[in-house]
């Protein structure tokens, strides 16, 4: 059974940089079709793409925020870490880790993450 | 902004059929990407409900149903029951987002 769980801080000030821990079990990120992307939502808003780190460490970040983000992997911990800097209001949200299985460089995501609420406040 | 454009919401009677559309274009679901559909319930995670346009993980109903057809996808709910009231989301593979991935604008599924 794979299950993922995203930590972090609840509250962070304008400008400061956002560190989130995707923690997962069940299958391994150095097994070949296999990714953990992060996803977030703003409150009543959409799903966002944020980003996708490979079983081979191959990375892809939304254009709209790849300056200010970094996705790296740690498989010794079963780890995921999402960076973002210059955190903004406008970047509260929840946001979601998900396995993903790839296929033919395509993927889907499965399962995801409770999600871990995060808000942008002085 | 999302590049797959989604009605923000449908609804149908308990037992009706009801259609999502997931409208892209040339450099996603319209190049032969693969779409695939996510079910939201109030206040939890989204849960993948289609793969790879048409295929349901072990476990969800075969209510649910997915399509594709030129640049635009379609989620269809068969027999519509309560506990179907959810967002849907569509996801898919852009190529002029440099490797990244999209979801669709979402939709609010209402049982009357």
């Known amino acids: 059974q794979i299950t993922l769980k995203e930590s972090g801080p609840t509250l962070v000030k ?24 992060w996803i977030r939502q703003p409150p009543g808003k959409a799903l966002e793409w944020l980003a996708l780190i490979y079983w081979n460490d191959d990375k892809r970040y939304s254009p709209s925020l790849k300056s200010r983000l970094t996705i790296t992997k740690d498989t010794s ?18 946001y979601y880790c998900a396995h993903a299985k790839v296929a033919g460089g ?17 | 902004q999302s590049v797959l454009t989604q009605p923000p919401s449908v609804s149908g009677a308990p037992g009706q059929r009801v259609t999502i559309s997931c409208t892209g274009s040339s450099s996603n679901i319209g190049a032969g990407y693969d779409v695939h559909w ?18 349901r993980p072990s476990g969800v109903p075969d209510r649910f149903s997915g ?4 640049t635009s996808a379609s989620l269809a709910i068969t027999g519509l029951q309560a506990e179907d009231e959810a967002d849907y989301y569509c996801q898919s593979y852009d190529s002029s987002l440099s490797g990244s991935g999209v ?9 009357l």
């Open chain 1, 14 to 37: 304008p400008t400061q940089t956002l560190t989130l821990t995707c923690t997962f079990s069940g299958f391994s990120l150095s097994t070949s079709g296999v990714g953990v992307g």
């Open chain 1, 77 to 94: 911990k079963n780890q995921v870490v999402l960076t973002m800097t210059n955190m903004d209001p406008v970047d509260t949200a929840t």
């Open chain 1, 106 to 122: 395509l993927y889907w995501f499965d399962p995801w993450g409770q999600g871990t609420l995060v808000t942008v406040s002085s």
């Open chain 2, 38 to 55: 996510y079910q939201q319930l109030p206040g939890t995670a989204p849960k993948l409900l289609i793969y790879g346009n048409s295929n």
């Open chain 2, 67 to 70: 399509s594709k057809s030129g």
């Open chain 2, 103 to 111: 979801f669709g604008t979402g939709t609010k599924v209402t049982v």
